[in-house]
């Protein structure tokens, strides 16, 4: 007889200090399917998710031995915490789906980890929790994360075992996946007996700091993949957290999981933190004041003749779930750019709705922004003539222009982190000076032919780099670096 594995996909980032709340139609935005559509249509789509790594290694290891009960697979786009009436509903069809079956032999569980939900804490463990009450204690639960999870206690102790992406900008969901498979698979099957150990640390860092393939990162992602090599070490991973998430039990945390091997799983997390813990001070980019990058946009005149400047807004990334409405960099360009060429990507549902009637040519008033967000960013009054309308992947979008700025309003958020979206607008990044992303780092790859330099540009919003002007009010203290911690041992939460 076959062995019945249960597949769940539950994906979504939360930025604790987003008033946007995350409803059904940010998870019908980007991936939402349901029992055998997952597999069906789901993974025809999404090629990379970890579900498609996942089932390909079941094809190519399980040799006939399973049988795939997919449940969900939902994903959302960053933004405030999920609405509970949706958390809830995932979660009661998950558990219907899983009485249907006779008898569960392991369950595989792909989750953000930094997920949200309106009044409550760490839902990734209440779905753990609800799906052990059904298959029980013994029967193996593997979970994926995002390396920017939040590791809990209760996700330690529910799971059998935990890996994550290990690549920041995430490039290997589908081989997290697929390492999954074959480690639960080899747990159902008896041949292995995964343990796992984790170190927490009072450690908050994020941005530029924590790129896979930069320093001071770059060497301790490079020794993970060495400490794998180990005998009976079956998987070891990092989470830098999402530092937007304002939660009692934030910090980085190392994890290792090994065959039946305690100690040395201890060992390994223990050594994976002190490397961390070493390169906490290392100097890593910290971005301009809107003032410093237009000078700089200024001189750099040459750069500006043979493609553009990239500004990224970096309380704005709406990737990390900032709503995209900022217009701190719209009111500075038009005031002290001198005209230069710019293009800016913003959103705001209301006007891209009542001007999408309105005659290409007119000149009109915008009162933009502050819709959302009214914590962080302005409302702005400018005038500016409508020069296209269309629907796009954003929604309706439309461009105005005033002198030589083209502002791009789209209904949806929009991280332009694909040139494409203001191509195909007609609007030539050969011909701007200046381009403004909501986007953190994939838009470096993408912008790659244009981009002359990236400009990271200091604003205020709820994706602030710089964790000082972050209103805290759960995370644990002491943390480093809003507290002085000289050795991380000292002030671990013991998990
Ligand atoms: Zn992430």
Not at 216 to 222: D, E, G, Q, Y
Not at 237 to 251: K, R, Y
């Amino acid at each position: 007889m076959k062995k019945n594995i249960v597949l769940i996909e539950l994906h979504q980032e939360t930025n604790s200090f987003s008033q946007v709340p995350t409803t059904i139609r940010e998870f019908e935005s980007l991936a939402l399917y349901y029992g055998d559509d997952v597999i069906n249509l789901g993974i025809k789509k999404h090629k990379r998710f970890q579900l498609a790594g996942f089932i390909k290694a079941v094809k190519k290891f399980g040799q006939g031995q399973f049988n795939l009960i997919p449940t969900v697979t939902a994903w959302a786009t960053s933004g405030g915490p999920v609405e509970i009436d949706v958390y809830l509903h995932f979660k009661a069809y998950i558990l219907e789906r899983m009485k249907e079956v006779e008898l569960i032999d392991g369950v595989y569980m792909s989750m953000h980890g930094a997920m949200g939900v309106e009044g409550m804490r760490d839902p990734e463990s209440d779905l753990i929790r609800a799906v052990r009450a059904i298959v029980g204690d013994q029967i193996a639960v593997g979970v994926s994360y995002d390396l920017h999870a939040n590791i809990t206690q209760d996700k330690v102790r529910l799971a059998t075992f935990i890996n994550s992406y290990r690549t920041n900008p995430h490039r290997d969901h589908f081989s997290v996946g697929y390492k999954a498979a074959r480690l639960l698979m080899d747990t159902i099957n008896g041949k292995v007996s995964p343990v796992m150990a984790v170190e927490k640390m009072p450690l908050l860092k994020g941005g530029g700091f924590t790129i896979d393939f930069l320093n001071p990162m770059a060497r301790i992602f490079r020794k993970m993949k060495a400490m794998e090599k180990r005998p009976k070490v079956l998987s070891v991973s990092n989470f830098m957290v999402h530092i937007w998430l304002d939660d009692e039990e934030l910090g980085w945390c190392t994890l290792a999981v090994t065959d039946g091997d305690q100690v040395l799983a201890k060992d390994t997390a223990h050594e994976l933190a002190e490397l961390n813990w070493e390169v906490r001070d290392k100097p890593h980019p910290v971005p301009y004041t809107i003032e410093e990058a237009i000078k700089k946009a200024k001189r750099l005149w040459l750069r500006r003749l043979f493609g553009t400047l990239v500004f990224c807004d970096t309380s704005d990334i709406v990737a990390a779930g900032a709503p995209g409405e900022n217009t701190f960099i719209l009111s500075q360009l038009l005031s002290e750019s001198d005209n230069l060429t710019s293009y800016i990507p913003l959103r705001d549902k209301e006007v891209a709705s009542v001007h999408f009637e309105t005659p290409i040519g007119t000149t009109i008033k915008l009162n933009i922004g502050s819709k959302l967000e009214t914590t962080y960013n302005e409302a702005f009054q400018f005038d500016a003539k409508l020069i296209r309308k269309t629907e796009t992947d954003f929604g309706k979008t439309l461009v105005f222009r005033h002198q030589k700025l083209s502002l791009v309003v789209t209904e949806l958020p929009c991280p332009a982190f694909w040139p494409s979206f203001f191509t195909t607008l007609g609007l030539s990044l050969w011909k701007a000076d200046i381009v403004v992303v909501k986007n953190l780092f994939p838009f470096r790859l993408f912008y790659a032919l244009y981009n002359r330099k990236t400009l990271n540009v200091a604003t205020a919003g709820t994706t602030n780099l710089d964790v000082h002007q972050l209103a805290y009010t759960k995370i644990p203290r002491p943390i480093y670096p809003l507290d002085a911690i000289q050795d991380w041992k000292e002030v671990k939460a013991s998990l």
